[in-house]
T-cell receptor
Framework: EAQVTQNPRYLITVTGKKLTVTCSQN?????MSWYRQDPGLGLRQIYY???????DKGDVPEGYKVSRKEKRNFPLILESPSPNQTSLYFC?????????????FGPGTRLTVT | GQNIDQPTEMTATEGAIVQINCTYQ??????LFWYQQHAGEAPTFLSY????GLEEKGRFSSFLSRSKGYSYLLLKELQMKDSASYLC?????????FGTGTRLQVFP
């Protein structure tokens, strides 16, 4: 089954404790992206990757890192989480950057930083 | 700057027709996309417009006017399961920029 998976689905952590949210897709998609979704602000892009070893900042990259060592995986790293990073996070992928409008989204990761 | 506007909330009755509007001002434009998102779930792609006009897809249709920076999503024969948020998004160069979404509640 074609899908985007994220882990963990739920995470409660404390300020400053490094964490990684994994994202994997099995569709051989070139383009992958991370979003955060907050009430009243909608989906905002954090980082995106157009292919292996190619990553770029989105609209809200501060406090986040990503890597794209393999085509299928695109982990999101929070080196020193803070309470303002409490949010719902979605990973998404599309076949190419030209087809970014038709993205497949993962199920989401609800992160709480205390 | 980039700006995408949609109404925050709408209500409608089962069996009715509802139109959700979206206006945009973006530095680039490669297409306008509509997503559906049920509460607590991931967004799913619904439809898109690249050229002006109406695109029909079953009970859902989407319209685009590039000169006016305007789109709408039309939902016909509303069902209870259509209660969800509808996200308007503009494809701008390498990114998809989302509006804040319209929460639609369908009542019996």
């Amino acid at each position: 089954e074609a899908q985007v998976t994220q882990n963990p689905r739920y995470l409660i952590t404390v300020t400053g404790k490094k964490l990684t949210v994994t994202c994997s897709q099995n569709m051989n998609h070139e383009y992958m992206s991370w979003y955060r979704q907050d009430p009243g602000l909608g989906l905002r892009q954090i980082y995106y990757s157009m292919n292996v070893e190619v990553t770029d900042k989105g609209d809200v990259p501060e406090g986040y890192k990503v890597s794209r060592k393999e085509k299928r995986n695109f982990p999101l790293i929070l080196e020193s989480p803070s309470p303002n990073q409490t949010s719902l996070y979605f990973c998404a992928s599309s076949l190419t950057r030209e087809s970014v409008g038709e993205q497949y989204f993962g199920p989401g990761t609800r992160l709480t930083v205390t | 700057g980039q700006n995408i506007d949609q109404p925050t909330e709408m209500t409608a009755t089962e069996g009715a027709i509802v139109q959700i509007n979206c206006t945009y001002q973006t530095s680039g434009f490669n297409g306008l996309f509509w997503y559906q998102q049920h509460a607590g779930e991931a967004p799913t792609f619904l439809s898109y417009n690249v050229l002006d006009g109406l695109e029909e897809k079953g009970r859902f249709s989407s319209f685009l006017s590039r000169s006016k920076g305007y789109s709408y999503l039309l939902l016909k024969e509303l069902q209870m399961k259509d209660s969800a948020s509808y996200l308007c998004a503009v494809h701008n160069t390498d990114k998809l920029i989302f509006g804040t979404g319209t929460r639609l509640q369908v009542f019996p």
